[in-house]
């Protein structure tokens, strides 16, 4: 098992404080090797804290490994001499190799997804993920319902199933888990509407069956708008203080080259460098922006 890059941190080595400091953390997915430097250089510039973080599909359609993503994190980490807070999950994956995988590859937070399955066997699954997890100092992410997806790299459903707030306190307290992701009126990819209804009341009921102790993950946040992402942060008794971002990410990518299409990461590396620079360039304005006005975790570091 390698060792953690220097200065990675687990979740819960830094995300309660973000609870408690009435900010979230952003958790972008870079997709491409490519853009985990400038999302680190928007990060640095703004003094935020950050997650990179990656999925089991997305690994398969960029065609990457977690130790190649370990590999490249840990590359800009010492090419900035990062000094901010950061950490490198592995996001929704089902299959147990892949997360010994990226824990032997030094990551320091897995999700594992069983949200499709009955919730005894998404117990169970979970509850096996954080006794290997935490047994390699690692934190664990799961998931209870279900949400949407325009964008398939991350799930392929199609059905929302809302996050039970009576079942989220049980899911805790049987698994052990450090973060839970919720459904509440979010998904993955674009969305189709300009402001999606929240269930701003359904996640409060989720924070207060689970306590104070879990951290609170709301992914699908590419498209949100800001004053909705700033009342799920601040919600009494703590609220989001983990939001995903990665359709955002890709499409000022693939827009800021003109409007290419999705590739590899290989395929990336081997673009033009004047027109790649242009791509990294929007990657980072994004995540500063993201940064600044959705997640107020600016100067936060």
């Not at 060792?3 to 408690?20: D, K």
């Not at 601040?234 to 890709?250: Q, R, V, W, Y």
Request: aromatic residues 6%; glycine residues 8%.
């Amino acid at each position: 098992m390698k060792q953690r890059i220097p200065g990675c941190l687990a979740l819960t080595e830094f995300l309660p404080r973000a609870q408690a400091g009435g900010y979230a953390v952003p958790a972008f997915n870079p997709r491409y090797r490519a853009c985990i430097r400038p999302v680190m250089e928007a990060a640095m510039a703004a003094r935020s804290p950050v997650i990179v973080e990656i999925s089991q599909r997305e690994l398969g359609w960029f065609a990457l490994t977690p130790a190649e993503v370990r590999e490249e994190l840990e590359r800009v980490v010492r090419d900035l001499k990062v000094d901010v807070p950061f950490a490198l999950h592995l996001d929704h994956t089902w299959e147990m190799a892949v997360i010994e995988q990226a824990v032997e590859a030094g990551f320091t937070s897995v999700m594992i997804d069983a949200s499709s399955k009955p919730f005894a066997e998404n117990v169970a699954l979970t509850r096996e993920v954080v006794a290997y997890a935490h047994a390699h100092g690692v934190s664990v992410e799961a998931e209870l319902g279900r949400l949407t997806t325009t964008d398939q790299l991350e799930t392929l459903d199609d059905e929302e199933m809302y996050t039970d707030p009576a079942e989220a306190g049980e899911f805790v307290r049987q698994t052990g888990c450090d973060a839970l992701a919720t459904s509440v009126g979010t998904a993955h990819g674009v969305y189709p509407v300009k402001n999606p209804k929240i269930d701003f009341d359904r996640l409060a009921a989720i924070r207060r069956e689970v306590g104070p102790d879990t951290i609170l993950v709301l992914h699908g946040g590419s498209g949100l708008p800001p004053e909705t992402v700033h009342r799920a942060i601040s919600l009494p008794g703590g609220g989001i203080s983990k939001l995903n971002i990665a359709t955002d990410l890709e499409n000022a990518l693939l827009g800021g080259m003109g409007g290419l299409k999705r590739m590899t990461s290989a395929q990336l590396d081997r673009q033009a460098p004047a027109l790649l620079a242009q791509g990294l360039a929007a990657v980072r304005e994004t995540a500063l922006a993201k940064i600044r006005d959705f997640v107020c975790s600016a100067g936060r570091a």
